[in-house]
């Protein structure tokens, strides 16, 4: 019995069924060893989360970062972080913990993220409100993403709810919410407009 193992296990059970179904007697269960062999290894349930978590940021690619602008960094640290999320759609809705992920693979994405946007030009404290702007994106688009589960008769239905509104709900009626479902082109569009403001920010310090 090893961390790793139960740290797989982990992944497995919280992928099949979810954060909700997570308990050490289910994952002892699912792993067919007993509840006293696994709190050996691990003492909570919120350690076993910390180190599922730092396992699936091994799948987030880090970007050469001698390749490219700083841009094209940013975007394809946070393009495979967003992929590595929808597979392991339990991950986005950890923020609400209250514990800061600390492990080594999380610490290093954090690490390319920071120095990128430190060697782009922006000052300590503008890193990190920028930082952080950016991983709420990438996390709040793989949380709707994931849960926003509606089919599409809902989503017309939803529609012509608001139709039926329209004085009230004029933009929403215009823009035809919540039928778009290019979750993606969203995301990059977000991150795009996000990263022309910082530009401009830039541009207006030099």
Not at 1 to 9: D, G
Not at 37 to 47: G, M, S, V
Not at 122 to 127: D, E, K, P
Not at 157 to 177: C, I
Request: proline fraction near 4%; charged fraction near 20%.
């Amino acid at each position: 019995m090893t961390r790793e193992r139960i740290t797989e296990a982990a992944i497995a059970l919280l992928d099949e069924e979810g954060i909700e179904r997570l308990t050490m007697r289910h994952l002892a269960q699912r792993m067919g060893i007993g509840a006293t062999t696994l709190y050996w290894h691990i003492d909570t349930k919120d350690d076993v989360v910390d180190l599922a978590t730092d396992a699936i940021f091994a799948e987030a690619p880090l970007p050469d970062g001698h390749d490219g602008t700083w841009q094209e960094s940013v975007v394809a640290l946070l393009s495979g972080c967003r992929s590595m999320l929808l597979r392991h759609p339990w991950s986005a809705a950890l923020p609400l913990r209250q514990r800061p992920s600390i492990g080594p693979n999380f610490l290093t994405w954090l690490e390319f993220l920071q120095a990128t946007l430190s060697r782009a030009g922006f000052g300590a404290q503008q890193t990190q409100a920028v930082c952080w702007l950016l991983y709420n994106h990438v996390l709040g688009s793989a949380a709707s993403q994931s849960n926003f589960q509606w089919s599409k008769a809902e989503r017309v239905a939803a529609q012509e709810q608001l139709r039926m509104e329209v004085d009230k709900y004029p933009t929403l009626v215009a823009y035809e919410y919540p039928l778009d479902e290019d979750w993606e082109a969203n995301f990059h569009l977000g991150v795009k407009l996000v990263l022309a403001g910082l530009e401009s920010q830039l541009s207006a310090v030099d």
